[in-house]
């Protein structure tokens, strides 16, 4: 009988987190102050993270120990498991070998946790007692209640109203875990309260909810903001899924020749992928593959330039492919992938040749979706499923050219708070959309005025 799951120990949990920049021939260009468009220094940031972060986020070591506690909370459910797709294998066909780490096995049901936790844990170190952030399908606002909750902080979560509104359950989940909710726009906060004003049926975007959630932290002395994806510490955070399965892939015996991950912001797929890019620095010939939704297409017809992280120019500007930071994202079902910037560190490897970025629409991943489900038993996310879809165009282009190729994928969370969407697909109401190019063109002139690429 074929082996379906790798499995480690606990004392197999990885002891540091792997930081790319200590292996990249070229930097992305550094972060610029919104006012000045200087380069910003930690005391720019040190409202609003604390400093254990931004030292992270600027760190050129390549190897940053995990605190005892962290890995201690990590326990509870690393290492995950890394699966060998066999049921999928066979659906297909092929005699590629498919591999995937599954991260749905965490308290909230994805990724989201392995930076959670280390997060709440510095900032609670540095006494802050609460954290504002973001979520857009709830994945990042649930982690962050569930990990604030261990450290006795407070959390307060601005939910992209078309979320807030489709996916009750993940409310639900962060006021269990003991966080405050409110839909975003909100009256809440100056920036919110425009938008309303402009727009009182505003849907929400995940660049107006950062607003908010920024400016609630740099108004009060007690609280700290925290991201879920984009930043370098995020990222960092992350690599914890790709030591574990390089580990895994050895025990199988086998080694990837193409890593393949959905980008929102960028980290699930950088978890998984980093850990392998040191090999591909090094000469070997793996391919790393970044997979987003057509409906926002980021990477593949997103420009690259400086652009703010959120809607109402208070982040820092990010060197970044971006989709403009007006752009408010059509209402897909994958919400962890409506976001119209990537992580810096993500752009500046497609930019450079060393990552591929594909897009799809939402009705060829739901059909990837179904049929992984049906051959493997897990309901995928529907942002995991943009990663499936890549997959099986990857085993394609191998029975193509006549080869058997080794693919492994992140299967960053389950689907079980997503079932609305899978009734949109399986009862055929689910739409796909075309973004037309004059949406495109006006994010490439809203990013006219800002300070240009090197
Ligand atoms: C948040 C989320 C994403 C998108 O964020 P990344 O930073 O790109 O990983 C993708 N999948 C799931 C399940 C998420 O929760």
Redesign the pocket.
């Known amino acids: 009988m074929a082996q379906r799951r790798y499995l480690l120990s606990e004392d197999a949990i990885p002891t540091r987190w792997y930081n790319v920049a200590a292996d990249l021939s070229s930097m992305p260009p550094p972060p610029l102050h919104p006012g000045t468009g200087q380069p910003i220094g930690p005391d720019d940031l040190s409202p609003i993270f604390p400093m254990a972060l931004i030292e992270q986020e600027v760190s050129g070591e390549r190897w940053i120990p995990i605190p005892d506690p962290v890995r201690e909370i990590y326990s509870m459910w690393r290492p995950t498991p890394l699966h060998r797709a066999l049921g999928l294998e066979r659906a297909l066909g092929t005699t590629c070998r498919i591999f995937y780490k599954y991260?749905?096995v965490s308290p909230?049901?994805?990724?989201?946790p392995n930076t959670s936790v280390p997060q709440a844990y510095y900032n609670r170190e540095e006494g802050v007692t609460r954290l504002a952030t973001e979520t857009?399908?709830g994945?990042?606002g649930s982690?962050l209640a569930f990990a604030c909750g261990l450290f006795g902080i407070t959390c307060k979560v601005f939910m992209v109203r078309a979320s807030f509104d489709s996916k009750p359950y993940r409310q639900s989940m962060i006021r269990t875990w003991g966080g405050e909710i409110v839909a975003s726009p909100s009256p809440d906060t100056a920036a919110g309260r425009a938008i309303l004003e402009a727009t009182p049926d505003s849907t929400g975007s995940l660049g107006i909810a950062i607003s908010e959630a920024v400016e609630d932290a740099a108004t009060r002395d007690d609280t700290n903001y925290a991201l879920?994806?984009?930043l370098n510490h995020?990222?960092l955070h992350?690599t914890v899924v790709g030591q574990e399965a390089r580990a895994q892939l050895a025990m199988a015996g086998a080694e990837p020749d193409v890593v393949i991950?959905?980008?929102?912001?960028?980290?699930?797929?950088?978890?998984l992928a980093f850990p392998f890019l040191a090999d591909k620095a090094a000469g070997s010939d793996i391919r790393i593959v970044a997979a987003e939704p057509a409906a926002c297409p980021t990477l593949t017809r997103g420009h690259y330039g400086y652009d703010f992280g959120d809607t109402a120019g208070m982040t820092p500007l990010l060197a970044m492919h971006s989709l403009g930071h007006g752009f408010v994202p059509p209402a897909i079902h994958?919400?962890?992938?409506r976001?119209h910037g990537m992580?810096p560190l993500v752009s500046h490897l497609v930019h450079t040749g060393l990552v591929e970025a594909r897009a799809y629409t939402q009705s060829e991943c739901f059909a990837e979706a179904v049929r992984f489900a049906r051959a493997e038993g897990i309901v995928p996310?529907?942002?995991?499923s943009h990663a499936i879809r890549a997959v099986v165009e990857e085993v394609a282009r191998a029975e193509e050219e006549g080869v058997e190729r080794t693919i492994l994928f992140?299967l960053?969370?389950?689907g079980n708070f997503d079932m609305a969407a899978y009734d949109a697909y399986l009862s055929g109401t689910m739409t796909d959309i075309e973004l037309p190019q004059e949406e495109l063109d006006r994010a490439a002139a809203e990013m006219e005025g800002l300070p240009a690429l090197g």
């Open positions: 991260e749905g909230a049901g994805s990724h989201k857009g399908a994945q990042w982690a879920g994806s984009v995020v990222l992350q991950g959905c980008v929102g912001g960028g980290s699930n797929f950088a978890g994958s919400g962890g992938l976001y992580a996310a529907p942002e995991p992140n960053c969370g389950h």
